[in-house]
């Protein structure tokens, strides 16, 4: 008499069709933010005598914009002192040259449009240690105080004269009261971390403008430079971190089955593959009060239609949400079912997805499945 017992034995595990399981990983957006800056330093202003005598006090105030991590505008006040000198080309009673030297004061507004090079050949990176940054600016330089100057004027004729040689080399550009030039600059920035809003940094800038700022006739312009050392604050939060979707194909695991037939006669053991597909979600996040769907994300609905295909049972839900933070319950329902019927309409008109296989629903601001504010902007799709 035979008898036929079957036994199953759950075996051999699982085979994944990745080596190894994804790791979730997260990336630092920018903010955009203000800044407020504080410095000093010293400036030399370009002439004839001794370096150490042409140095005098600056300071500068500035206030800016950051828009990217990559570019952002500043407005800047510099002010203080400058100073000038010369050589009196005559020799005076005893054989010596004449050497003289004046300051005067000034105020210069400045805008500049400011780039992070770090960030633009490295990356955006907010715990970097040191930043280096380059602009360039405009602004108007208003000067006043030159007594100084009129006085040296005065004592170089009174000793040696007034001859026509003198007029061209000796404040032949003299001026009184308030005087306004404007003025181009360029400079470099360096930046160094202390915490997220906080930041200590060196800055070194040059400055161009008219001849006559330095009351001296020399037919070429005259510059100024500024080493400055000083403080900077960020207001609000510089970045922000969030999880990256997986840019991978929905893993496939492989389940075997054994399936032993034991008869009066020894019988070969015949081994059957089941394949058990693992659900897959993809997050499709859009900007503040927009349905409109990046390259970016489109990426990821090209993924989900591409699960369906390759899964002809799975079908897909598309749930669709607002942020809290911003607009009422009504719009955020409203903006909710438009990002829910632009990513369903994606599936079918775009990558050829049967209606029948996706159901679809809009929650509007009722429920936030992300702590953070802007990711709630999102449709979640699951498919399986």
């Known amino acids: 008499m035979k008898k036929v017992i079957v036994s199953l034995m759950l075996a051999m595990g699982f085979m994944t069709a990745s080596a190894q399981e994804q790791q979730p990983q997260t990336e630092n957006v920018f903010n955009p933010h203000w800044f407020v800056q504080v410095q000093g330093g010293v400036q030399y202003t370009l002439g004839e005598i001794s370096f150490g005598d ?9 206030g800016g914009y950051n828009f990217t991590d990559i570019f952002g505008l500043r407005l800047s006040v510099n002010a203080w002192q400058s100073k000038a000198g010369g050589v009196y080309n005559v020799f005076g009673p005893n054989g010596e040259g004449y050497e003289y030297s004046w300051s005067w004061n000034y105020i210069n507004p400045n805008v500049d449009a400011v780039l992070n090079v770090s960030n633009l050949f490295g990356g955006f990176n907010p715990n970097r240690l040191f930043n280096l940054s380059a602009y360039v600016g405009l602004g108007v330089n208003v000067a006043f105080n030159n007594g100084e100057a009129a006085s040296v004027k005065r004592e170089i004729i009174q000793n040696y004269g007034n001859s026509p040689m003198q007029n061209q080399a000796v404040l032949g550009n003299l001026w009184y009261g308030t005087k306004s030039y404007f003025t181009g600059r360029a400079g470099l920035m360096g930046d160094f971390r202390i915490t997220d809003n906080w930041s200590v940094g060196l800055e070194l800038n040059a400055t161009v403008l008219s001849d006559t700022y330095n009351s001296k006739k020399a037919s070429t312009a005259d510059w100024y430079f500024n080493a400055l050392v000083g403080v900077k604050y960020a207001f609000g939060k510089t970045y922000t971190t969030r999880e990256k979707a997986p840019c991978c194909q929905p893993e496939i695991r492989y389940v075997e089955k054994i399936v032993e037939k034991i008869v009066e006669k020894e019988v070969p053991v015949e081994v059957v ?11 499709v996040f859009f900007a503040l009060n927009s349905t409109k769907v990046t390259d970016v994300e489109m990426v990821k609905i090209k ?32 903006i909710s ?24 629903e809009s929650f509007g601001d009722m429920e936030q499945p992300f702590a953070e504010n802007s990711m709630n902007r999102v449709c979640i799709c699951i498919a399986k």
Do not use: M, W
């Open 273 to 283: 593959k089941e394949v058990v597909v693992e659900p897959i979600r993809r997050d």
């Open 303 to 334: 993924e989900v239609a591409d699960y369906l295909k390759a899964n002809p049972k799975a079908k897909v839900s598309v749930s669709a949400h607002a942020d809290k933070g911003t607009g009422t319950a009504s719009i955020n329902k409203r």
């Open 54 to 62: 042409l140095i005098s006090p600056n300071v500068q105030v500035s």
């Open 337 to 360: 079912e438009k990002r829910a019927k632009v990513v369903t309409e994606y599936l079918i008109n775009k990558f050829g997805i049967s209606a029948d296989r996706i159901t679809s």
